[in-house]
């Protein structure tokens, strides 16, 4: 991650990358009730030049990313950001369960559509409790 020394880590920001509006405000909608910080990015693209230019303040703690994507797919998208970023929490939500292959070595959850939002805040709650204990 690019921070400067001593700067704390935002272990409650969640960049949300999904090129479908409704569904991203769905899900920032239900991670900002629940307590979090989300920011939103509507293609893999514009989520990667958000991260290189350091538009986070106090940094982030995970990345939730879909799957399918125009220009370039959810796995497309995290072998670039672990070129950077290779300890990053990022969970990958999708309704096809055979692209979970396609993360193999990638260090990602996968976690398949539908999701209720219980279950979506419970895993950003551990990826973020393991990224803490991590860091401790």
Do not use: C, W
Not at 11 to 28: G, K
Not at 54 to 65: E, K, L
Not at 89 to 100: D, L, T
């Amino acid at each position: 991650m690019n921070l400067k020394m001593n700067q704390p880590i935002a272990l409650n920001t969640v960049l949300l990358v999904d090129d479908n509006a409704i569904q991203a405000a769905t899900r920032q909608t239900i991670l900002k009730r629940a307590g979090y910080s989300v920011q939103s990015a509507l293609n893999p693209a514009r989520a990667l030049e958000m991260l290189q230019r350091d538009q986070f303040p106090m940094g982030v703690g995970a990345v939730i990313t879909d799957h399918i994507m125009p220009g370039m797919n959810g796995a497309e998208f995290v072998r670039e950001l672990r070129k950077t970023m290779p300890a990053l929490p990022v969970i990958v939500i999708s309704g096809m369960e055979e692209a979970e292959d396609e993360y193999e070595g990638l260090d990602v959850r996968f976690l398949l559509k539908p999701l209720p939002p219980d279950q979506l805040i419970a895993n950003v709650r551990d990826v973020l409790q393991v990224e803490q204990q991590g860091a401790a």
